[in-house]
């Protein structure tokens, strides 16, 4: 398929270039000869520039159509690499017949880290009249790379296993020069606005930052009353980070709200590095933690939906940076397809999450015909909710102090003091600023809270913002519809906070590190769960004793004794139970 601008290019043209993607390419050839001149011949033709991808293998990934001046690229080039080159070369024309790379190409060579950038200069018959080639060399003082400029070579005199060489010499000493951490981690800059830079957000999202992987260098406040419309923080901060990006050397930029398309393009284009917002930062959190197909799909589902209004807005994450464009988006009919696609994409996933919903609500209806008593814990993120259930119930979920470690929901089996079975459901955490899209995509794993008997409403209570972090719990539970269920306030981490008193009835102090606080929880568990079940004392015919049967598997037998006429039990039973044992012995 070739991608980019080719409104009025006939339907047997298009199908001539792409058999510019079937043209062997063997690993010592940089540029094959037959693939030039069909560059040259089509840029004659349509007096347009072309642009092609191929990689270090020989494999041609892309051909793209541009203007008389640009050319965008296709997502195949937009890989980096920490440690390595990109593995990937863009060999594009330009119409005029001047072969000499741009400033605007040797950014792009810079900032996609591609094994090389080339120019074929075409004369206006489509005739190759030579090539430029540029390459990375080792890492400069100023954070940016040495290039490496090749004379123009006129056809047929390309030096193409030289040039092949010079790459492969290229990544060993950029991956050579480059410092291990600098290899591993990118470096971050926090940017929200707040009235300082230890504001509660800005912390948490320095926090998101570690969890994905990121090195945050710095916190930056603006204190404005309103994001700007434009850059988000204004242009004359925005001028001020472009600055800090340079001296710092600053990868990526972290705002501290959802962004629309046109603020991440227009502040790219200031600070000249990738900006990513709240939303796409939880986003790509979600993706590393999503490990079951369900959590897959609700984490794809809502990148969809967050990718799909901003096409023709974002800058370097969602353009074609290449050869002679800079930063600009791909053409419209690009767009249509990819928006088509996404549409599409997103149907056929909420379609599967529709059916994986369906077989979830009947595992529902099993447990709620086999009267087990639901316990979701629930509450925000970090707050130890997984630390809980692996302490009451001996599981071995994964409990690290990062944000969002648990995705998809764990049940386990829990027996409490008194005999009976619960179970318990370790949630995904809540988090502020929850991305909308992200809250409508787990729909189902949350329903676990709407569903369930009662709410463990887990607090660290060693964080100064956990009662604004509670506000945020209750209002997303609000949002689902479970706010008027049973609730039992778990204030876990008391070790760490000593001073903390338990003010009411249904709270509990408690500690997953050292269990303190467990038989009182499991207790407080107990009593909540008493309240919508009662005490049935009665006797069982010996002929009736599938009566007894039913009442140890859908109740919980606080006593058992035979007599001469029957058994005599004392059970703890939920409304629906004692109804049907009542029938049975009626029968």
């Known amino acids: 398929m070739i991608n980019g601008n080719i409104q009025g290019i006939r339907q047997s043209v ?3 270039m792409e058999a510019m993607l079937e043209i062997e390419c063997d690993r010592d050839t940089f540029l094959p000869e037959e693939l030039m001149r069909q560059m040259a011949r089509f840029t004659g033709l349509l007096g347009r520039e072309i642009s092609v991808y191929i990689s270090r293998g020989g494999s041609i990934l892309d051909v793209t159509v541009g203007d008389s001046g640009t050319v965008s690229l296709s997502q195949a080039g937009t890989r980096r690499s920490l440690t390595r080159l990109s593995g990937v070369r863009c060999i594009h024309t330009h119409p005029g017949g001047d072969s000499a790379l741009s400033s605007v190409d040797l950014q792009s060579l810079q ?4 094994d090389a950038m080339a120019a074929i200069g075409v004369t206006e018959d489509g005739q190759a009249r030579a090539l430029s080639v540029a390459f990375l060399e080792e890492p400069a003082e100023d954070g940016q790379y040495k290039l490496g400029l090749t004379k123009p070579f006129a056809p047929g005199r390309i030096p193409q296993s030289g040039l092949m060489e010079q790459i492969r010499d290229a990544d060993r000493r950029i991956a050579g020069a480059l ?3 600098a290899r591993q981690t990118e470096r971050a800059l926090v940017v929200g606005l707040a009235e300082s830079e230890d504001a509660p957000s800005l912390m948490e999202l320095a926090r998101l930052a570690d969890t994905a992987g990121a090195k ?12 700007d419309s434009a850059t988000y923080i204004g242009s004359g901060k925005a001028r001020d980070l472009s600055l800090l990006v340079g001296s710092a050397d600053i990868d990526l930029i972290l705002v501290d709200d959802e962004l629309t398309g046109a603020q991440v393009r227009n502040l790219e284009e200031i600070v000249g590095c990738r900006v990513v917002d709240r939303t796409a930062l939880i986003l790509d959190i979600f993706a590393q933690r999503a490990s079951t197909r369900e959590g897959k799909l609700q984490v794809e589902l809502a990148q969809m939906k967050y990718q799909l209004p901003r096409l023709s807005g974002l800058g370097v994450v969602m353009s074609r940076l290449g050869g002679g464009i800079g930063t600009r988006g791909p053409g419209e009919t690009k767009l249509e397809v990819d928006r088509r696609r996404i549409r599409r994409r997103i149907t056929d996933i909420t379609r599967e999450l529709n059916e994986v919903k369906r077989q979830r609500n009947q595992r529902r209806e099993r447990r709620e015909r086999n009267e ?3 316990v979701a814990i629930v509450g925000y993120t970090n707050a130890g909710k997984s630390s809980l259930l692996n302490l009451l119930s001996g599981a071995s979920v994964a409990a690290e102090d990062k944000l969002f470690m648990t995705l998809d929901p764990v049940t ?4 409490l003091p008194c005999g009976m079975d619960c179970l318990l459901v370790d949630t995904v955490g809540f988090i502020s600023k929850l991305p909308h899209d992200l809250v409508n995509a787990f729909q189902s794993t949350l329903e676990e809270a709407l569903y369930a008997d009662l709410l463990l409403i887990v607090q660290d209570v060693s964080d100064e913002n956990f009662l604004a972090q509670q506000e945020v719990v209750f209002q997303v ?7 008027g269920k049973p609730m039992l306030r778990v204030l876990n981490k008391h070790d760490l906070a000593p001073e903390m008193r338990a003010d009411r009835e249904d709270t509990v102090l408690f500690s997953a590190k050292t269990g303190e606080g467990t038989r009182e929880l499991l207790d407080a568990i107990t009593a909540q769960l008493r309240r919508t079940h009662r005490t049935l004392e009665l006797d069982v015919p010996y002929h009736k004793g599938e009566v007894v049967s039913y009442l140890h598997k859908h109740g919980t037998v606080e006593s058992e004794t035979y007599t001469g006429e ?22």
């Open 179 to 181: 410092p291990p951490s």
């Open 14 to 16: 298009l199908e001539q």
């Open 566 to 587: 029957g058994t005599h039990l004392v059970a703890l039973v939920d409304a629906v139970t004692e109804e049907r044992v009542r029938k049975m012995l009626e029968n």
């Open 477 to 483: 539970l609000t949002d689902l519809g479970a706010g």
């Open 412 to 415: 386990r089996r829990v027996t």
């Open 372 to 374: 087990v008593p639901v």
């Open 216 to 227: 945050v260098v710095a916190r930056i406040s603006q204190n404005r009353a309103k994001m």
């Open 111 to 114: 900032h996609l880290k591609l």
